[in-house]
C-alpha cells in the first residue's frame, strides 16, 4: 500500500533532475533509523525524493519489529518528498528489491536503491548522481555503487571512479534501459554451466560467482544481486565504483536475513567531501584495480577442497 506520493518538480531541469532514493526496511528499526539519519545528512537530501519499501511481516516475533519500523519511517523528514510502500505480505528480499526497483525505473527512468545497514558519506547522493548522468548514454555501464570493496586506492590517480567487473550492490544505481535486460529466470543457464571458458570470464569479478550463480539456480540462495552480476556479464558491461568509498556497511551483526560467511573487506567513509566527481572514461578495467580486489574473492584450496566435498553430498 502506498501511502504518499511526491510532488513534481518545476525547477529542476531534465539535465539536473535527481534520482529518487529506494530504502528497503523490515524489521530492525534501529538499523533503517542510523541509515536514514546518514542519508539525511547528504548535500543533496533536500531535493531528492525518498521511496521507503516496508517488506510485511513473516509473521511471530517479526511482527512487533516491523510495526516499529513502520512507525519509525512515518516520522521521516529532511528529503524533497517521503513516500512510503508497506506490504501487506512478506516478499523477501529479491521480491522487494526486484519490485521497488523496478517500480522507480518505470516512473523516473533511474534510481538509487539502499537497505537499511548502510552509512553513507554526506556527498554520497553528489556521487551518485553525477555518476548516473555520466554514464547515462554509455552503453557498456550498467550501475554505478557507492562502495568500492575496502581499495586501496593507487598513490597517482585523476579519477574519482574506477570500472570492474564485479559490481555492488550496497548504496548502488542503474537505469530503466539497463534494468530491463535482466532475465531472472537465467534462461540461459545450462549453456552457461556447460562452458568453462563462459564460468572463466564471469570469474573475472571473482571465483565465488559461478558458484553463487549456480546455489542460485539450485534454490539454495537467495542473491537477486548474483543475477544481477551475471546481467552485467552476459551483456560484457561493467559497474563504476568509487575510488573512495561514499558506503559502509553496519550490518554484519547478525541481525540480517542474509548474512554473508566472512564480511567483505571495508574501508572508512571518504574523509573527503566533494561537490564535483571526474569519471574514467567507459571502457576497460585498469588492472592495478584487478590485482588490488581480486584476492578477497579466491578460496583457499582448503576451502575448495570443503565445497567439494559438500556438493557430494548434496
Known amino acids: 500500500m502506498s501511502l504518499a506520493h511526491p510532488s513534481s518538480s518545476s525547477s529542476a531541469t531534465p539535465q539536473k533532475r535527481l534520482a529518487p532514493v529506494a530504502l528497503f526496511v523490515y524489521d530492525r528499526p534501529h538499523h533503517a533509523q542510523r541509515t536514514v539519519e546518514a542519508l539525511r545528512a547528504n548535500d543533496l537530501a533536500s531535493l531528492s525524493d525518498l521511496f521507503v519499501f516496508s517488506d510485511g511481516a513473516k509473521g ?41 526497483v523496478t517500480r522507480l525505473c518505470e516512473e523516473f527512468g533511474f534510481a538509487i536503491n539502499l537497505e537499511d545497514d548502510l552509512l553513507t558519506s554526506p556527498d554520497f ?22 562502495f568500492n570493496f575496502g581499495l586501496e586506492p593507487p598513490a597517482q590517480g585523476g579519477h574519482d571512479a574506477f570500472l570492474f567487473y564485479r559490481v555492488s550492490s550496497w548504496g548502488w ?30 570469474s573475472r569479478g571473482g571465483e565465488d560467482l559461478p558458484r553463487m550463480l549456480e546455489l542460485r539456480m539450485r534454490g539454495k540462495l537467495e542473491s537477486w544481486d548474483i543475477v544481477w552480476e551475471y546481467t552485467h556479464f552476459r551483456h560484457n558491461a561493467l559497474g563504476a565504483l568509487p575510488v573512495h568509498s561514499r558506503v559502509f556497511n553496519f550490518g ?31 571502457g576497460g578495467v585498469e588492472a592495478h584495480f584487478m590485482a588490488e580486489l581480486l584476492p578477497q574473492f579466491r578460496a583457499s584450496p582448503g576451502k575448495k577442497i570443503a565445497r567439494y566435498l559438500y556438493d557430494k553430498v548434496r
Do not use: C
Not at 521521516?76 to 521480491?95: A, P, Q
Not at 554514464?135 to 555503487?145: C, L, N, P, R
Not at 540480517?256 to 567507459?282: C, D, M, N, Y
Open 125 to 146: 547522493l553528489t556521487f551518485m548522481n553525477d555518476a548516473l548522468r555520466h554514464y547515462e548514454t554509455q552503453a557498456g555501464i550498467f550501475s554505478v555503487s557507492g
Open 252 to 282: 554484519n551483526d547478525g541481525s540480517g536475513i542474509h548474512k554473508r560467511q566472512g564480511a567483505l573487506k571495508q574501508s572508512p567513509l571518504a574523509s573527503e567531501l566533494k561537490t564535483a566527481f571526474v569519471f574514467p572514461p567507459a
Open 173 to 202: 544505481g542503474t537505469w530503466k534501459d539497463r534494468w530491463d535486460k535482466v532475465d531472472w529466470r537465467v534462461s540461459d543457464y545450462e549453456n552457461f554451466r556447460g562452458s568453462p571458458e563462459q564460468q572463466s570470464r564471469f
Open 60 to 100: 511471530g516475533a517479526d511482527s512487533e519489529r516491523v510495526q516499529q519500523v513502520r512507525r519509525y519511517i512515518h516520522t521521516i523528514e529532511g528529503f524533497r518528498s517521503v513516500s512510503i510502500v508497506e506490504r501487506e505480505s512478506n516478499w523477501g528480499v529479491d521480491r522487494s528489491v526486484i519490485g521497488g
